[in-house]
């Protein structure tokens, strides 16, 4: 059974960096033809795709946070990571790890509260 | 990006009721829809794959139909267990993207 945990800073300040990683078990995150996603969802709010890596190492973000997101990946540890730097309130947001498929989302890490505050 | 209209945002139904939520996609997305269950607090589930493929452990209750731009989501027969936020998705292209959600509430 895959399962993804989401860990990192659940408060960060106004204009600092956002670092959170996603520990992944039951499956190897270089196994080709897998993505790994972030998704955002915003306090009482829909979800929002933010980017993914690919097993390959190749990324897409979603372009609206295109200038202020790093996704990566650290094979030895079985996991990856997400970077948003010069984050506003407006990153306040509980985050979501998933494995990416074309035929969907089928594994979640539990999702992480980040809240933007001085 | 592709746009994905989801109808209505909201709705109210009884136990037992029949349920059904529409997603329209911007542009052709061939059968790469997807289909969530959001209960508080916890991360989505998933469905439904491809627009009508029921995942497994989820009851026979809900199916998923279309192909192109027009898909939709149907529960026959409500139980208590699925008054819930419903979200489709498309995974045809990137950037990923999501509709906005229905809520399906207790009349």
């Known amino acids: 059974q895959v399962q993804l945990q989401e860990s990192g800073p659940g408060l960060v300040k106004p204009s600092q960096t956002l670092s959170l990683t996603c520990t992944v078990s039951g499956a190897s995150i270089s196994t080709r033809g897998y993505c790994w996603s972030w998704i955002r969802q915003h306090p009482g709010r829909g979800l929002d795709w933010l980017g993914y890596?690919?097993?390959?190492?190749?990324?897409y973000y979603n372009t609206s946070l295109k200038s202020r997101l790093i996704i990566s990946l650290d094979t030895s540890k079985n996991q990856f990571s997400l970077k948003l730097r010069s984050v506003t309130a407006a990153d306040t947001a509980v985050y979501f790890c998933?494995?990416?498929?074309?035929?969907?989302?089928?594994?979640w890490g539990q999702g992480t509260l980040v809240t933007v505050s001085s | 990006d592709i746009q994905l209209t989801q109808s209505p945002s909201s709705l109210s139904a009884s136990v037992g009721d029949k349920v059904t939520i529409t997603c329209r996609a911007s542009q052709s997305i061939s059968n790469y829809l997807n289909w969530y269950q959001q209960k508080p607090g916890k991360a989505p589930k998933l469905l439904i794959s491809?627009?009508?493929g029921l995942q497994s452990g989820v009851p026979s209750r809900f199916g998923g139909s279309g192909s192109g731009t027009d898909f939709s989501l149907t529960v026959s027969s409500l139980q208590p267990e699925d008054f819930a936020v419903y979200y489709c998705q498309q995974s045809y292209s990137t950037p990923r993207t999501f509709g906005r959600g229905t809520k399906v509430e207790v009349k």
């Open positions: 998933a494995r990416d498929t074309n035929s969907g989302y089928e594994f």
């Open positions: 491809a627009a009508s």
């Open positions: 890596i690919c097993s390959s190492g190749n990324t």
